[in-house]
């Protein structure tokens, strides 16, 4: 079975905090995604890569940035936390069929 | 803009009665996945569907994809209280790493 896990469940940060979330998979996938999930917004995505050190904007990267320096591992970084990034947060890989796997979420709360 | 239209958004039924989840677009998609998302967990990958016309069985759900890849249903029967959850399409494009999500069917079966 396909794993993907995130290093929190739950994390409360202060404003202005640099905030890490990681992510892991296990299946030697190539994408990787971060996604934020929010009541009446759905599942937008923030950042996609496509390989180690490659990455691509998705539809909401304003605040955040990435990293992957090893295929297995995906991080996505708040460089300074505010109210309004206050949500669930999504990573997921994708296999040679197009498939998602998803982890276990991050529900951050920033006060 | 693709958008993925779920219907109905909310969905409240007894146990043992039948149900259809209906994903619509203007778009055509190369796949499409259907998830179930529990609260505070990630979306579970539940089944993909890839050929127009096409139907899958997973136990007591049934998904189709429509001929012309741009709709697709997901019918449980006999819904059980572990059926509960967040239902979401998901249609994939091809020619581009983007997923778009649908707005969710939120279904709660009662014992």
């Known amino acids: 079975d396909v794993k993907v896990t995130q290093s929190s469940r739950y994390l409360v940060k202060r404003t202005g905090e640099k905030v890490f979330l990681e992510c892991v998979q296990d299946?030697?996938?190539?994408?990787m995604f971060w996604y934020r999930q929010d009541p009446g917004l759905g599942l937008r995505l923030i950042y996609f890569?496509?390989?180690?050190?490659?990455?691509e904007k998705g539809d909401i990267p304003e605040g955040y940035s990435v990293s992957r320096e090893k295929k297995e591992r995906f991080s996505l970084i708040l460089e300074s936390a505010s109210t309004n990034q206050t949500s669930m947060y999504l990573c997921?890989?994708?296999?040679?069929?197009?498939?998602?796997?998803f982890g276990p979420g991050t529900r951050l709360t920033v006060t | 803009t693709q958008l993925l239209e779920q219907s109905p958004q909310f969905l409240s039924i007894q146990e043992g009665e039948n149900l259809t989840v209906y994903c619509n677009s203007s778009?055509?998609?190369?796949?499409l996945q259907w998830y179930r998302q529990e609260p505070g967990e990630g979306p579970v990958l539940l089944v993909t569907?890839?050929?127009?016309?096409e139907v899958k069985k997973l136990k007591r759900l049934t998904f189709q994809f429509g001929d012309a890849r741009k709709d697709s249903s997901l019918h449980i029967t006999a819904a059980q209280p572990g059926d509960t959850g967040l239902y979401l399409c998901?249609?994939?494009?091809?020619?581009?790493?983007?997923?778009?999500f649908g707005t969710g069917t939120r279904l709660k079966v009662l014992a």
């Open positions: 299946m030697d996938h190539e994408n």
């Open positions: 890569s496509y390989d180690v050190k490659m990455k």
């Open positions: 778009s055509v998609f190369s796949s």
């Open positions: 998901a249609g994939y494009g091809g020619g581009t790493y983007k997923y778009i």
């Open positions: 997921a890989s994708r296999d040679r069929l197009y498939e998602q796997y």
């Open positions: 569907v890839v050929t127009g016309g």
